[in-house]
């Protein structure tokens, strides 16, 4: 996705911070979800529910199932965390996965296909709701600091197009209307704001860490 949008085959798309702030000189926000009524998000470090890790130290040697190399709540910051104790995701597990997707994060580790997970934190809780018997089968073992939650972003160079403008508009309004409100509803968030690039100052500090600790 990140790539069709710095391509110009989006106009606009959902992203996460990470990639984000990875191509910072070509992207604008456009708008920022707000879940439990402010822009931020966790990422959770999961194990299967009968599991007895009580945190990311316990978990050497397993198998371990990121999102997204792309990722920061499914992959970053597991791995800025690994390099704060001098060690790499390939190094301290003893064996990772990527599953491209949150959910199937979820479905790994509840089924017992790898030990251990890194997650959303919004997708967990969401899922709580809409798959409690999924969810069920996982448990958190630790949530990260407050982080800027995944943006809505076009390319800087087309941010103040109509089509860009009128999306930032319509997102920021959900909230405004009974459509909206249900659309929101529906996804488990409260509204949509314009976001400011400092909300993702702790996911950049993250990056920094594991580019100066690697």
């Known amino acids: 996705v990140t790539g069709m949008l710095l391509e110009g085959a989006l106009d606009a798309a959902w992203l996460c911070g990470y990639p984000f702030l990875q191509h910072r000189d070509a992207l604008s926000l456009v708008a920022v979800p707000l879940w439990h ?11 299967h529910a009968g ?3 009580a945190g990311l130290a316990d978990l050497r040697g397993a198998t371990h199932a990121f999102s997204d190399p792309n990722s920061n709540s499914g ?8 390099a704060a104790m001098g060690e790499t995701p390939e190094g301290f597990f003893g064996r990772t996965i990527f599953t491209y997707g949150h959910r199937n994060v979820v479905r ?27 969810v069920a ?3 958190v073992i630790a949530r990260s600091e407050w982080l800027g ?37 529906a996804l488990l968030l409260d509204g949509m704001t314009p976001g400011s690039v400092d909300l993702y100052d702790g ?7 594991l580019a100066r600790l690697r």
Do not use: H, K
Not at 110 to 131: F, I, N
């Open 37 to 47: 009524g402010r822009p931020l998000y966790q990422s959770y470090l999961i194990v």
């Open 51 to 53: 599991d007895n890790a």
């Open 108 to 134: 790994a580790v509840a089924a017992g296909l790898t030990r251990s997970g890194s997650v959303d934190g919004y997708v967990w809780e969401s899922l709580r709701v809409v798959e409690p018997e999924l």
């Open 149 to 185: 939650f995944p943006p809505f972003c076009a390319r800087a160079d087309n941010r103040t197009t109509e089509p860009v403008t009128r999306l930032a508009a319509a997102l920021t309004g959900l909230d405004r209307t009974a459509p909206g409100r249900a659309a929101l509803q």
């Open 203 to 209: 996911i950049a500090r993250r990056m920094a860490m």
């Open 137 to 139: 089968g996982t448990r």
């Open 75 to 82: 992959f970053l910051v597991t791995a800025s965390d690994l």
